[in-house]
């Protein structure tokens, strides 16, 4: 069992940048792959970025160049760092670790409760 906590979403005007934490309860980064999904009202959920654990980094076509993912092992911490924000950018901001077991590919899927980013002048 992982438990997930993000902080660090708020009001935020265009343009401007935030930093979003996530804390695993132990960890996790060497067997899990970290993401961040985004959900506006109305819309299904969507991937942000994710963050493999030998350091491998994707992103949504509609963040790449503006967002990037990093991780502290030692605080057990995934962050997400937005940056040029937009007002489309809004959302709750979802943490997820997910890993797919080798020998019968079950999954494992853990998720944060989630943050609010309001993006607005």
């Known amino acids: 069992q992982v438990q997930l906590v993000e902080s660090g979403g708020g009001l935020v005007q265009p343009g401007g940048s935030l930093r979003l934490s996530c804390v695993a309860s132990?960890?996790?980064?060497?067997?899990?792959?970290m993401g961040w999904y985004r959900q506006a009202p109305g819309k299904q959920r969507e991937l942000v970025g994710t963050?493999?654990?030998?350091?491998?980094?994707n992103f949504a076509d509609s963040v790449k160049g503006r967002f990037t993912i990093s991780r502290d092992n030692a605080k057990n911490t995934v962050y997400l760092q937005m940056n040029s924000l937009k007002p489309e950018d809004t959302a709750v901001y979802y943490c997820n670790a997910r890993r797919t077991r080798a020998t019968d590919y079950l999954e494992y899927n853990y998720w944060g409760q989630g943050t609010q980013v309001t993006v607005s002048s």
């Open positions: 132990r960890n996790i980064f060497n067997f899990y792959t």
């Open positions: 963050l493999t654990s030998g350091g491998s980094r």
